[in-house]
């Protein structure tokens, strides 16, 4: 699939509602910033547009939480939570859930190890589910009002630089996060990441500790 939002806005009807359904899982941001097109270029309905974009965004972050989960009880699960910065958002989901999910929001390349950090922490599902669809929420509002603001004020060719702008923006910081990584550096969770993360002593599967379960499926054989 073409990640150019321009692409998307080639399609009609059902093939666009589906591209903005599926494009979150592929990349968040530039599925926000087509539906966000599309909405200022009246390729389909603002309504609409916000409701497939809406509920693109919370499928493919809920299922996340199932990888941290599923990383308490299953050895092939469990790299999901040995990945760096999954420690320092169990503290942090653990003691301000809805900040952190905010800011995991809003930060490129912090979701994943928030949401397995959620699930692998035992934050409430419903809850986790709660404040995933109103961080989105809040996400598409803020991205909808200002296309449409700047559109009132650019005219016809808003839709044309708008995407253009906030594309370049994406690929930018992407390119800083490859860099920086090439050079040994971490994300944007440091300096955070580097003074807190820390294996898990004694949760499961982290230093002998055993699975949940795991004497249980290991007495049914």
């Not at 009246?42 to 989960?69: N, R």
């Not at 580097?194 to 982290?206: H, I, K, S, V």
């Amino acid at each position: 699939m073409d990640l150019d939002p321009q692409s998307i806005l080639a399609m009609s009807g059902l093939a666009l509602y589906l591209a903005i359904f599926l494009l979150p899982f592929v990349q968040e941001d530039v599925a926000v910033v087509a539906a966000a097109t599309a909405s200022l270029s009246g390729a389909a309905p603002t309504a609409a547009l916000f409701l497939v974009i809406l509920a693109g965004l919370t499928c493919s972050d809920v299922w996340k939480y199932w990888l941290g989960y599923f990383a308490r009880k299953h050895r092939w699960a469990h790299k999901f939570a040995e990945r760096k910065g999954v420690s320092v958002a169990g503290d942090l989901v653990r003691s301000e859930l809805l900040k952190t999910l905010f800011a995991a929001r809003y930060i490129p390349g912090t979701r994943i190890p928030t949401y397995v950090a959620c699930g692998f922490f035992k934050v409430p599902y419903g809850r986790f589910v709660m404040w995933v669809i109103f961080t989105a929420f809040t996400y598409v509002t803020v991205m909808f009002t200002l296309f449409h603001t700047v559109g009132e004020i650019w005219g016809e060719q808003a839709k044309f630089i708008l995407p253009a702008i906030a594309v370049c923006l994406l690929v930018s910081y992407i390119l800083f996060r490859w860099l920086t990584h090439r050079k040994g550096q971490h994300g944007p969770m440091t300096p955070l990441t580097e003074e807190r993360d820390r294996p898990l002593y004694g949760m499961p599967g982290f230093e002998g500790t055993p699975y949940e379960g795991e004497q249980r499926r290991k007495r049914r054989r």
